[in-house]
């Protein structure tokens, strides 16, 4: 499969990035962790998202081994997985969201090793019936395409590269060749939630993707308030915010760990703030 | 399956045996795996690396080490003829350090400044803070709780040589977590870090590289029973945890098919009661650490928690080339419990005055069940792959002796 097929897979990604370019501003993409910190808050939050002002939504599928994470988004895995969360009961929360929304684009992003359990076809299948865009899978680099990548865009699924300050210009082109939907700059090295990078950092890293490629770049890791979401949103085309919004479900659980009265709008009202905040920037 | 015409060409370009193995990897990390395996691929060409390595394996950690006749545990079994691999007596105990030394000197020519390393029983940590101490370069150790408390001496013999123990305290607390930590340290640290990786497994090039390292116990032991006699080894056993002494063991025998070759599993308090590591026995192929291989999972491809007394088999998958052997069928994998090995344990150090590791009992164990019923003239070679005096807490524990107190 070569790179114009990837370009071809057509999902709310490119429809929304689109809309976003007319409007004159960068996209604010959102991760939570699907059922966290218990099914029926995770698909409050998931429904809320939007009107909050998230253009895009990362849906975290939960993993008992997140290596590239830290501590933030670990803990979220755990609640997901402590209060029940399967595979299957993601991809239902994706396809509830999409009875009340069918414009938002959802990005599934994890780990490999539940969606090779849960079977790649079958997943695939699933995942695009469902509702879902595109997949962000951490431990799945271009080395290893045949394994998602391929059977994901011939399923209609874009699939996310992730580019690190690691990915040097010569290894830039391989990322990039089967990379649809947009390509996101891990912006530190360094696992989820834990530094943020210089704005010129990201600016330069930025300018040196698009180089490369004519696909929306998003920044993430390290984008921990409204100030840092407009910052990114002044250079690249999304800010991705993660570790931030979870720790407001972190913070609003009671002493048995779940979710107090508060909680979905605490997550909200922040997920608000960071709209705001990108939107403020125009281009 | 296809038999192939040898079993020893593996892996291919991108790190796979079958299957098995691979290079699933945060694309943070994967430039510097790239440049492990290129700084790898120079090195063992380079006639001037493996002589530097030659020269620390013979003057350093003693080696060759003996191939010894157990002559009272044969009498005793009253089977087959059994000799032991003693890596046990290589310097710091175990056969880890066949590996660190050569992953030191790799680093070395990296440039890299410091060091990281995962741990389960300890005998990896204290094999990498030793050549650290040695070659005056930083450490630091990544050491789940659970192992923290049974493998105390092996703690205290770290932080004597100067490495820094990183205490993990998510998820099981044992080995499978130290190395998520240790990868989330690597990802943080990518300009001066080297991840000197203990086991074959992980990410290519790592199962191949350790294996590389540890073949030297092969090696000699073909050499060693040629001279002792006249003749190649009937059958081989070595414990599985990653695999490291195992494939060691086994890898220059695979293409001898008349070399029957055994691996023992942790099966902890028993399969039937879920408290184990047997991953080849009770797990299925998933992807974790970056590489495929057979893992303990449930029904949802969350990864689950292994059990066994000994920490250094406390992990919920196996080594990449392991999971293809047990594929293909050239090596059988049997399960040995908490309490065969406990017992292989007592039985070898009463009879032949050897403190086994809790891993090494392991093989021991089930030495001590096939070999009654094989002929006299059957020769046995066990992989004796560290020693036990890390494992007298744990051991007494067991016995219900308090120590210090009331020995």
């Known amino acids: 499969m070569n790179a114009i097929t990837a370009k071809s897979v057509e999902t709310r990604l490119g429809k929304r990035f689109a809309a976003l370019k007319a409007e004159g501003r960068a996209a604010l993409v959102t991760f939570v962790t699907a059922g966290d910190p218990d099914a029926q808050t995770g698909l409050k939050i998931l429904q809320g998202l939007p009107g909050a002002g998230a253009d895009i939504i990362e849906l975290g599928m939960p993993f008992s081994d997140p290596m590239a994470d830290g501590p933030s988004i670990q803990a979220s895995s755990q609640r997901a997985l402590a209060a029940g969360m399967t595979m299957k009961q993601t991809l239902d929360q994706v396809r509830t969201f999409r009875t009340q929304d069918n414009d938002t684009p959802i990005v599934l992003m994890g780990y490999y090793n539940p969606v090779y359990f849960y079977g790649v076809e079958k997943f695939v299948a699933d995942a695009k019936e469902a509702g879902v865009d595109g997949l962000i899978i951490v431990d799945l680099p271009p080395e290893e395409e045949s394994e998602l990548c391929l059977p994901a865009l011939k399923g209609g699924i874009n699939f996310i590269y992730l580019t690190a300050p690691t990915t040097d210009d010569k290894r830039l082109p391989r990322v990039l060749e089967n990379a649809s939907g947009f390509v996101y700059y891990v912006s530190i090295t360094g696992v989820t939630g834990t530094a943020s990078a210089a704005k010129a950092d990201v600016d330069a890293a930025v300018s040196r993707i698009r180089r490369h490629t004519d696909l929306p770049v998003a920044v993430g890791f390290g984008i921990t308030t409204p100030e840092g979401a407009a910052d990114v949103a002044s250079v690249a085309d999304a800010a991705v915010v993660g570790s931030a919004i979870v720790n407001r479900v972190r913070d609003n659980l009671d002493e048995q760990g779940r979710a107090k009265p508060g909680l979905v709008d605490e997550v909200l009202n922040f997920t608000k703030k960071l709209a705001d905040g990108v939107r403020k920037v125009k281009k | ?407």
């Open chain 2, 1 to 407: 399956m296809n038999k192939p015409n040898t079993f020893r060409e593996g892996p291919d370009e991108t790190g796979h045996f079958g299957i098995f193995g691979g290079q699933f990897v945060a694309e943070t990390l994967m430039p510097l795996v790239h440049d492990v395996a290129e700084a790898y691929e120079t090195a063992k060409n380079d006639p001037e690396f493996v002589k530097e390595k030659a020269y620390y394996l013979s003057q350093y950690v003693g080696r060759p080490s003996p191939l010894y006749l157990a002559q009272r545990l044969t009498d005793k079994l009253g089977g087959a003829k059994i000799y032991l691999k003693r890596e046990d007596l290589n310097h710091t105990g175990a056969h880890k350090v066949n590996n660190t030394i050569g992953q030191i000197l790799l680093a070395k020519r990296m440039g890299k400044t410091r060091i990281i390393a995962e741990t389960g029983a300890g005998q990896h940590g204290v094999a990498t803070a030793t050549v650290c101490a040695l070659f005056d370069i930083p450490c630091t150790i990544y050491m789940g709780t659970k192992d923290i408390e049974r493998q105390a001496p092996n703690v205290f013999r770290m932080k004597m040589l100067g490495a820094e123990i990183k205490p993990v305290t998510v998820g099981s607390c044992s080995l499978k977590d130290a190395m998520n930590e240790a990868i989330r340290d690597w990802v943080s640290n990518v300009d001066t870090t080297y991840f000197l990786v203990g086991t074959a497994a992980g990410m290519h090039p790592f199962p191949m590289m350790v294996r590389d390292f540890q073949c030297v116990i092969g090696e000699e032991v073909r050499e060693q029973i040629m001279e002792a006699e006249g003749r190649l080894p009937d059958t081989l056993v070595a414990c599985i945890g990653g695999g490291s002494n195992a494939i060691g063991l086994f890898h220059p025998f695979l293409d001898d098919a008349d070399v029957k070759i055994i691996g023992t599993e942790a099966a902890g308090k028993g399969l039937e009661t879920g408290l184990h590591a047997a991953s080849l026995t009770a797990g299925q192929p998933g992807v974790l650490h970056g590489n495929r291989m057979y893992l303990l999972q449930d029904e949802d491809g969350q990864i689950m928690e292994a059990d066994s007394v000994s920490a250094g088999l406390d992990y919920p998958g196996i080594g990449p080339e392991h999971c293809w052997l047990h594929d293909i069928g050239r090596v059988e994998y049997v399960p040995v419990t908490d309490a065969e090995a406990l017992d292989a344990f007592h039985t070898l150090t009463k009879l032949e005055g050897i403190i086994p590791a809790l891993e090494s009992s392991h093989a021991i164990a089930h030495a001590m069940k096939i070999a009654p019923d094989l002929p006299q003239d059957h020769i046995m070679v066990v992989n004796l792959s560290g020693r036990g005096d890390k494992d007298l807490n744990t051991v007494a524990a067991t016995m219900g002796v308090e120590m210090g107190v009331n020995l």
